[in-house]
């Protein structure tokens, strides 16, 4: 029994002729002690004991045997470590819950035996970075019970993959314990030495998750103030780790906060109290508390494993699933042409932009209102808020829907709107109903500004009835992906991001600064709308808010770039016609932006550095996008090409023409030949990236 216990949690990761050696060494050495220690009365203690010291101690490494999860059970919790390449990123961590009824769990806990499995098998996406993906990963599922009281049993499941590592809570049908009323969830995140964190604050549950990010000392992050999610660790030896959660479902959303100089687990509150947290039936899991970890960003980038920790889609009909391009009025101002329709929520309204999306095959135009107001009846007083008598299955007087719906449809566009929640929540089977008889493919769904499990909930039951009816769904004022849109292929997007919209009314603007911010936080927990294709650059100093015809800071190859940088199923073309059209000499790339996809079927990521640039490659068919971001300090990058397969292609090149500082919407178009092996050398301006094409020849 000795020899078992020592082989299985000892001796799992070393070749077969290893173990026989060990095995035989063993035997000699038992038979030894047990002809010298059965007559000390000490053989019997031996045998009883050894197994269950064996099993209060726990390792699991990743398939690359790089990144390495320790469990050990003590009397007063469970403790948990994390060492990658030798270096240890979190120290000994203790994991435990708080319930309304019967109180803490977490200390007097036995352990059964756990249960081991490796995976390595692939599954496809809908929509993503990546068409299909392997899940490699090893995982242990660690059965806890506690040993007095109710006797209560909840399972740490964990999975170690080769770029991070994540645990949850499992909580399994038993026979003494039917629901739970969940007061904290005590998991946290001991960090070994004092890395940069860059992260998003927050003083309340109650935010958009829209800010903006700072970097600083995890010693001087202030004690007991909200951290949003991802955020992100780099240590001094260039490895990097983002916390985040995966599969959020039925549960309340995670924050981060410092106690004791510890990160702790903080749940957003059910509404109208402080208490509860989460109240569920059994059987009930937890989401994932995930740790993406390299010593190179890039692969952060690339990862897969959000949604690798989420189930496949029940969806048996996938077909009308369409991710594309859309309009979007409202950020431009609602800018009309100067002809004789009176602008406003109306037909000719919406047909000016129907008409320049079918021109351009820009698959959706996005219907919203006018002036402020939304194209359903509502006795609010404007976008943000929901009157008594709101309905959104009634147009205003002014607007013929089903008009508008078959127009498109005969342009070859598809129509979609945008919904308060507040507006939709309550009718969703009726105002879905009427939605599809009109021909609408899918909604923004706005304002929802929370993450507490009823919100969750919420959304999922939009998501789940949506679907039914085939329609798409774009949450905006909306908490970070967490990899669910492998379950629900119809989520295209979330906003979650200080976005392009501030350059509306926010006196600085977006810098190029926070748009890296943003790819190395935020954007590492998927899809983020931003509201692109503002197409009127100028120089920083010369930047100044416009509600209407908004100005952008940074250069006209920097917002092409964006496309390619930031993955969402449901990009926007958020200006005006006439932003786009008709500019001789300025070469605005906008065939390049309606031809180029929003899924994709390869993510790499040849170069980055934190903070100043990042080049990112997609693949989509045979063809490549490559698009580099800078920050406000021009630069020369070179971009290896390594990710080609063999053979040449045609590289139509998108860069920074060489007066962008005093006109950042000039760019300079040319065409040449790569291959695999290659490394291209690029001037970017400040604020600049560039784009290319890879056409396979």
Not at 119 to 136: I, N, P
């Amino acid at each position: 029994m000795v020899i078992k216990y020592f082989l299985y949690y000892h001796c799992k990761e070393v070749g077969l002729f290893t173990q026989l050696v060990v095995y035989v060494g063993l035997i000699v050495v038992n038979t030894l002690l047990m002809n010298f220690l059965k007559y000390s009365g000490l053989f019997l203690l031996l045998i009883v004991t050894l197994p269950v010291v064996a099993q209060k101690n726990i390792t699991l490494k990743s398939p690359d045997g790089q990144l390495v999860f320790s469990f050990e059970l003590t009397d007063k919790a469970p403790l948990y470590r994390v060492a990658y390449q030798g270096k240890t990123l979190i120290e000994d961590s203790p994991l435990g819950l708080s319930f309304q009824e019967n109180g803490n769990f977490g200390s007097n806990l036995k352990m059964s035996k756990p249960g081991f499995r490796k995976v390595d098998e692939t599954y496809e996406l809908v929509v993503g970075k990546a068409k299909t993906v392997r899940d490699q990963h090893r995982q242990v599922l660690i059965p806890l019970t506690e040993q007095g009281g109710a006797k209560r049993q909840v399972n740490l499941a964990v999975r170690v993959f080769n770029d991070g590592l994540a645990f949850r809570y499992e909580f399994p049908r038993q026979q003494n314990w039917s629901s739970y009323t969940l007061l904290d969830e005590h998991s946290t995140f001991n960090i070994a030495d004092d890395p940069t964190v860059r992260t998003l604050f927050w003083g309340n549950y109650t935010n958009s998750h829209e800010g903006f990010y700072q970097t600083l000392p995890l010693s001087q992050v202030k004690a007991d103030t909200l951290m949003d999610m991802p955020t992100l660790f780099e240590f001094p030896e260039k490895i990097y780790m983002a916390i985040t959660e995966a599969n959020l479902r039925d549960y309340a959303g995670m924050y981060l906060l410092k106690q004791g100089g510890v990160l702790t687990s903080q749940l957003s509150p059910l509404p109208g109290q402080k208490e509860i947290k989460v109240k569920a039936t059994l059987p009930h899991h937890t989401p994932w508390r995930v740790m993406m970890i390299s010593d190179r960003i890039g692969k952060l980038m690339e990862s897969n494993i959000l949604t690798s920790l989420n189930e496949p889609t029940q969806f048996k009909d996938v077909s009308w699933i369409h991710p594309g391009k859309t309009s979007f009025h409202w950020w431009n101002g609602d800018i009309t042409p100067d002809t004789t329709f009176a602008p406003g929520i109306n037909f000719e309204t919406n047909k000016y932009y129907i008409d320049f999306c079918a021109r351009h095959h820009i698959d959706y135009h996005a219907v919203i209102g006018y002036g402020g107001f939304a194209w359903y009846t509502s006795d609010a007083a404007g976008y943000g808020e929901v009157g008594p008598h709101t309905d959104v299955t009634r147009p205003v007087p002014s607007l013929d829907m089903p008009r508008v719906c078959a127009y498109a449809k005969q342009q070859g566009v598809g129509i979609h709107v945008w919904v308060h929640w507040k507006a939709i929540y309550p009718t969703l089977e009726k105002a879905f109903t009427q939605f599809e008889q009109w021909g609408i493919k899918g909604m923004m769904v706005d304002f929802l500004d929370r993450d507490d499990q009823e919100m969750v909930n919420i959304q999922e039951e939009i998501l789940q009835k949506a679907a039914e009816h085939h329609l798409y769904v774009q949450f905006h004022g909306a908490y970070k992906p967490t990899g669910l849109h492998r379950t629900y292929p119809n989520e295209f997007t979330r906003e979650g991001a200080l976005n392009y919209e501030n350059n509306k009314w926010r006196e600085e603007g977006l810098s190029p600064e926070h748009d890296l911010n943003v790819v190395f936080t935020r954007a590492l927990a998927g899809a983020t709308d931003y509201h692109l294709g503002g197409f009127r650059a100028v120089p920083a100093d010369e930047f100044k808010t416009q509600y209407t015809r908004p100005l952008m800071i940074g250069t006209r190859c920097h917002m092409l770039a964006m496309y390619v940088v930031l993955e969402s199923y449901l990009t926007s073309l958020c200006d005006y016609p006439e932003a786009y059209e008709g500019q001789p000499g300025l070469q605005p790339g906008l065939q390049l932006l309606t031809e180029m996809p929003t899924t994709w079927d390869e993510t790499h990521i040849p170069t980055a550095e934190i903070d100043n640039y990042v080049t990112v490659a997609r693949r989509k068919g045979t063809d490549w996008y490559v698009g580099s971001l800078n920050n406000s300090e021009a630069r020369t990058i070179k971009v290896p090409v390594d990710f080609l397969p063999s053979g040449n292609y045609t590289a139509e090149l998108y860069t920074d023409a060489p007066d962008a500082a005093q006109h950042p919407n000039h760019l300079t178009q040319q065409t040449q030949t790569v291959s695999r092996g290659d490394v291209l050398t690029f001037t970017l301006a400040a604020g600049g990236g560039q784009v290319m094409r890879l056409v396979k020849q």
